[in-house]
Structures are given as C-alpha cells and as structure tokens.
C-alpha cells in the first residue's frame, strides 16, 4: 500500500479515536431554555442511535482534514437573487399540494440520522428544467466566492420543515457537496431557528436567516447544523450544490465508520 494512503487512513483512526474520546469539536450553546435542544443533545437516546451519532461526530472530525479551504472564513451570509427567489416562491405556491414526505435514510451520509424520523420535512420536488436554471444562475456567484471553477452537481427540491424539526451537526458529502447554497425562501415560527456552523477559525457562530436570504457555505468541511427544535409551522429551504471542476476527493467510510467499543 502506498505510503500515503498508510499515512491518510492512520490519519482517519486517529481522527475517530479522538472523537471517540473528546467528541466534536467545540461549541457555543444557544442561550434558549433547555428544552429547545434537539435529540443531539441527549442523553436519552437508545444505545444503537448513540452509535450511529459516534459515526457522525467521527466525520466531522475526521472530513474537515480532507477538505481544502477555498475561502476566509467558510462560509457567507447575504441576499438571494431578487428574480430567483421570486420563480420559486411562485413554483412552491403552484405546487405546494404536490409535496410528500421526503424519506431520508437512518444512516443519512453512511454517518447517522440527521433528524428524528418523525419530523422529517416535506419536499416539494423541481422540474429539471428549473433544477437546472437555479443551478446556472447560482454557479457564477459560487465560482466569485470560492475562487474556484466549479460545476452544479445537486439540488433536492423545496423542503418545508415542520414543527419539532432539528437537524443534527454534520458535514455534508465530500463527493458532491463541497460549495453549497441555502436558499430560504419563508417561515411561519414563534422563535428563531438559527443555522449554526463552525468557520475555518474554530468558533461556532448562528446565522439567523430571513426570508429571501441565502448562505454560501463549504458544506464538507463547515460543520453545520440547527440542533433547536423548530417551534412554529414551517421553514421553507432549498439546496443546491456545487463541487470545484474536476473534483476527486472522496472518504474511505469504512475507515471512519469503525466503531470502536
């Protein structure tokens, strides 16, 4: 074997054990009462999710290693394209009783659920022809940000998270999601719903997003998330991601994905 596929995946364990032994990296706590917080910061979770929850922790220890900077910071916070988020408001209102819920995988990413099954959020699925049109107009303000050439690989649809909605901390796949966009496009809650994320500094800060808002993030090294409840009846989000031209980089999950007893 190569030595520095020995040295990379040595790199991996030791990135586990230390997950294993500290958790992720640190945080700073929303000053919201305590039941705000998600099942990620439970105890009471049954053993099995636990472990799953190890995995997902390990990633996020261990991708962030992988994956170069392409930015200061890491991510950024600004205005969507007034014309874009008005097409899609109108295609969420023409479609919206269309929607069905989206079935995530337990083990979302190969690392964990992401959020309670129950509160999985509903999605409202694109045309590829307007899947492809955001894609185009996105793609120029992601190359100016990240400094890169970089090729649309993904979007979902228009999610609408409900009621008791978290979503654990992660990063996002290395394959595909390496330059991202959050659109937001409306809420309905009775308390913010920050997204929280970890910049190339180390610190964790909250983004509170408004309607017509959307965040640049490099989503496989950023750990991110909204570990909060969501107290209201909607949040409705959109996706889509981007990777730099000629991307190869992968994580050898198996490795990672080790458990350790």
């Known amino acids: 074997m190569p030595s520095t596929k020995v040295a990379a995946i040595a790199a991996l364990v030791l990135a586990v054990i230390l997950a294993l ?3 992720e990296p640190g945080t700073t706590e929303w000053s919201g009462s305590a039941e705000c917080y998600g099942p990620d ?4 979770d049954p053993s099995s999710q636990r472990r799953i929850d190890v995995d997902r922790r390990a990633l996020n220890v261990a991708q962030p290693r992988l994956v170069p900077k392409f930015t200061r910071i890491g991510y950024e916070h ?3 394209p007034p014309a874009l988020l008005a097409k899609m408001n109108a295609f969420f209102d023409a479609h919206r009783t269309q929607k069905v819920k989206e079935r995530i995988p337990v083990l979302d990413y190969g690392f964990g659920r992401l959020s309670d099954e129950a509160t999985h959020p509903d999605i409202v699925q694109l045309t590829p022809d307007l899947r492809n049109e955001i894609g185009a107009i996105l793609l120029p303000i992601v190359e100016e940000w990240s400094g890169v050439k970089a090729e649309f690989t993904m979007t979902y649809g228009i999610r609408s998270y ?9 990063v996002d796949r290395i394959e595909t999601h390496v330059l991202s966009v959050i659109l937001h496009l409306r809420h309905d809650v009775d308390r913010k719903w920050p997204l929280t994320i970890i910049g190339h500094d180390g610190a964790e800060r909250m983004l509170d ?3 017509g808002d959307m965040v640049l993030y490099e989503g496989a090294r950023c750990v991110h998330g ?3 409840n969501l107290l209201g009846k909607n949040w409705v989000n959109a996706f889509v991601h981007f990777a730099p031209k000629q991307w190869t980089r992968g994580v050898d999950y198996d490795v990672i994905g080790k458990r350790f007893a």
């Open 21 to 23: 032994r500290f958790g």
């Open 209 to 211: 997003m408004q309607a």
């Open 226 to 228: 909204r570990p909060f």
């Open 41 to 44: 910061e439970s105890e009471t």
């Open 78 to 80: 600004g205005a969507m």
């Open 162 to 170: 409900n009621n008791h909605t978290f979503l654990k901390r992660h």
